[in-house]
T-cell receptor
Framework: GAVVSQHPSWVICKSGTSVKIECRSL??????MFWYRQFPKQSLMLMAT?????????EQGVEKDKFLINHASLTLSTLTVTSAHPEDSSFYIC???????????FGQGTRLTVV | TQLLEQSPQFLSIQEGENLTVYCNSS?????LQWYRQEPGEGPVLLVT?????EVKKLKRLTFQFGDARKDSSLHITAAQPGDTGLYLC????????????FGKGTKLSVKP
């Protein structure tokens, strides 16, 4: 299957700082990528849909000014958590779809801890 | 809004026992997927079921898609400690974007 690489795998930052997470499709082009958040012992919740060359679509309750998404190329989407707070600590996972809407390829996830 | 209800949420069993995890919805899905996730890692796809009534087997794991394509089940025979993990069912949401809707997951613990 296709490979999606997410970086970093873990990060610790201070409250008030910003953190950028990268999601790359290594061997295919992804016009659409998805960002999920997963709290401990819970399932994945879709945060936003990242569209190459256009604005991201955010799910209800997700602050677009806090979670900045940039999808500047067909192989890279970034999620920047701005002015991070301890409650933003979570596991963030990206995925990219294949050519058919029956495939999804996940990154390894990023464990964010805000102290 | 399409929702996937997954049960049970937690399951702790002894090695060698059988178990079944259920994934139900009031909506029809074109396909459903089952993932297994280890702590600190992304989900790994186990299987995709597409046809109503379909049954797929992956070693000791048996996956079934309901006839009406609204529900699915995962049955594990003779569970082993290596089966421990979070099992997630997921279906593609409406529209052309291709985002996945996940069930709440089943945390399985198999004790030796």
């Amino acid at each position: 299957g296709a490979v999606v690489s997410q970086h970093p795998s873990w990060v610790i930052c201070k409250s008030g700082t910003s953190v950028k997470i990268e999601c790359r499709s290594l061997d295919f082009q992804a016009t659409t990528m998805f960002w999920y958040r997963q709290f401990p012992k819970q399932s994945l919740m879709l945060m936003a849909t990242s569209n190459e060359g256009s604005k991201a679509t955010y799910e209800q309750g997700v602050e677009k000014d806090k979670f900045l998404i940039n999808h500047a190329s067909l192989t890279l989407s970034t999620l920047t958590v701005t002015s991070a707070h301890p409650e933003d600590s979570s596991f963030y996972i990206c995925s990219a779809g294949g050519l058919k809407n029956t495939e999804a390829f996940f990154g390894q996830g990023t464990r964010l801890t805000v102290v | 809004t399409q929702l996937l209800e997954q049960s049970p949420q937690f399951l702790s069993i002894q090695e060698g026992e059988n178990l079944t995890v259920y994934c139900n919805s009031s909506s029809v899905f074109s396909s459903l997927q089952w993932y297994r996730q280890e702590p600190g890692e992304g989900p790994v796809l186990l299987v995709t079921v597409v046809t109503g009534g379909e049954v797929k087997k992956l070693k000791r794991l048996t996956f079934q898609f309901g006839d009406a394509r609204k529900d699915s089940s995962l049955h594990i025979t003779a569970a082993q400690p290596g089966d421990t993990g979070l099992y997630l069912c997921a279906g593609f949401g409406g529209g052309s974007q291709g985002n996945l809707i996940f069930g709440k997951g089943t945390k399985l613990s198999v004790k030796p």
